[in-house]
């Protein structure tokens, strides 16, 4: 069965030897790149095009046409290799602005035997000259294909510089300098092909959720997201099957262009024994299902670091399958208008046993395209879900809930770890199943925990690259919290964050200090002071603001000469080189003219010398400063004491709904953490 994919969309392979076939409308140029987890390229070198059609494990055609096979054996790609594009531009003396001047490219994804795997049709281009069609990756061991659609007005040029390549403009010229002399013909058709194995040729069985139609608004899907690494993941639903070992023939498809022989597809550093002259067992059944996932399976160079990267995975996995889903409804609901239209156009044909019939048929035509597109994305949960259930209790302390029982047996860390959890997202459509929110540290922005009631009005502003801001209408001014509660647990979320920051660094290599002018947070603070995490009193009042302020600036003044001129060793011995953390409440009560300035300064170049700033505040509480603070609010990440949906993820920019991470209500296991870490203090100054 073929599975027809929309934008956004992926399927798994159960093979790594496949071909991909495209048919448009007029000739195109087909080509493949190979990228890295974040899919960009190692240069010129890691593109196949007509000029330079083979790679190892890839071949391409070498001229224009309006029908390729391309063959792609993932088993022969080197282990750096995790992302292969399929690219599909047009020729450049072809007189048409772009791809929507024509009928709309599709590219199906077959087996070796013409069977089809995955079909996607590329609707809705205007005027992109070329095009990203599909791209196979890596996934948790396996391999998948996800239908990409991102178009590029600009041409070649543009997709190569948007995939990384610097001399993207001398390759452009040289793909069609080759396209220009036709140096070759493409990889031939298999002979005595029927209509099931022609490219493009429709298929009455669909295993996926939508129709090849149009992408909804809510499908948008970036040019070039970012893969499984430290600050980034690789999409794809949570577990795929793997592809079956199987056996390398001595003559695959293809002569391989003019006279060079048949591709060798076998990895150049792998042994591999004689082709068997058995054929091949039968691949495994699709009703066996995934195989269970296994925490920590993604790249890294440890434990922690594969977490990091795989819980990453499951959230842009998420995105992209609520995407999906969101698109193919969309597309159901225009349908079903179009079709109401059409039947009621005709006035003799309003009324009477035809008119009901198609109004009916519509409808049907509808709920039948929405249950494929729930029951997709259902399958893509249940896989979610069950990696979600291994991966969260394997979390070290850092990423944890604060009920995970990896706290009850907490040790001080000899090492900070590589990200914080800063608390859960979810999406309306998935209410049970929670993505940890995780921030890289040392953090490069610091934090501000809303404690206002207001949405406030804000410049528009894309998703960031990590945890971007959208402001939706905070749900604050939904619930029926005073001001005063709010402003509580506010500070109760920042004296969580505090905790956990301090719990996971070294003994004596984390401070907290804070500033609370009018003495307001005395309860919520309790866990810090009574634990003897605090190493100086909260400052109060104006005097103790301008103290702090005026002793961390010139830390950080300190700091950056020392680093600037390299002479750390010549820091005076009261400067503190421990990482910093400044928690502001209140404000900007308590704050003159002067204090303004040195807190924006710290926000600003703190982070990079380990003074890092979270303020609980209400703006509406600053605006008699007016625009000026406009660029310090901007600079801090925005996070909520309640659940509100105001983060907008990377890839395709859906709001999601942050909850913060509180402890569980009667729990103490807060304080027991800060007591095992103040004993390790302790000892370590005896």
Known sequence: ??????????????????????????????????????????????????????????????????????????????????????????????????????????VTVTGLDGSGIAGYTLTGLGAESAVVAVELYRRQGAWKVRAVGQGYADGLIAMLRDQGLPQAAELAAEIEAAVSLGHARAVPAPAAASRAEQPGAPS???????????????????????????????????????????????????????GGGPIDYRHPKRRTAPAPSTAPGPAPSAAEGPPPPVAGDAAGWSMEERLYNQVWGMFEDLARSVSAYRSASGFAESRLEQELDKALADPRNRLGTAADTARATARDRHASLVAQARAALDRDLAQLTAESDVVEPALPPAFARWDSPVWQGYHVPLEPPMALRLGDLHLPEVLDLRIPMLVRLPLERGLWIDSGRGAYARDSEEPEREYGRRELGSALTDGLLDEAELRRRAMETAVAVAARLLAIHPAGEFVVQVIDPGGGAASALAPLRESGALREAPAAGAKGVVTVLEALTRRVDLVQMAVRNRV??????????????????????????????????????????????????????????????????????????????????????????????????????????LGRLAEARRGDRR
């Open 1 to 106: 069965m073929t599975a027809e994919l929309v934008r956004g969309q992926n399927h798994p392979l159960d093979r790594t030897r496949v071909e991909i076939r495209v048919v448009a409308g007029r000739p195109v140029v087909a080509g493949v790149t190979l990228g890295d987890e974040q899919g960009r390229l190692s240069g010129a070198d890691a593109v196949a095009h007509p000029g330079a059609p083979r790679l190892t494990g890839i071949e391409v055609p070498r001229q224009a046409a309006v029908e390729h096979r391309l063959a792609v054996d993932l088993d022969a790609l080197s282990e750096d290799v995790h992302r292969v594009s399929v690219l599909l531009a047009l020729p450049g003396s072809g007189g048409m602005s772009g791809f929507g001047a024509t009928a709309a490219p599709s």
């Open 204 to 258: 009455g069985d669909v295993e996926h959720s939508a129709p090849a139609a149009a992408p909804g608004p809510d499908s948008t899907v970036p040019s070039a997201s970012p893969g499984r690494t430290q600050s980034s993941v690789q999409a794809g639903p949570a577990a795929a099957t793997p592809p079956p070992a199987a056996p390398v023939p001595s003559t695959p498809p293809g002569d391989g262009g003019q």
């Open 568 to 673: 750390a060793d010549a820091l005076p011995p009261d400067v503190d080189t421990a990482e910093h953390l400044l928690l502001v409440h209140d404000f900007p009560h308590g704050f003159d003219d002067r204090a303004l300035t040195q807190l924006r300064y710290l926000a600003d170049e703190g982070p990079a010398v380990g003074v890092h700033l979270m303020m609980v505040a209400d703006r509406s509480q600053a605006q008699e400063y007016g625009p000026i603070l406009d660029p310090l609010w901007r600079s801090l990440l925005r996070i909520t004491p309640v659940p509100d949906a105001h983060l907008a993820d990377p890839w395709v920019g859906h709001a999601w709904t942050y909850e913060p991470p509180l402890p569980p209500k009667g729990s103490q296991v807060v304080r027991q953490v």
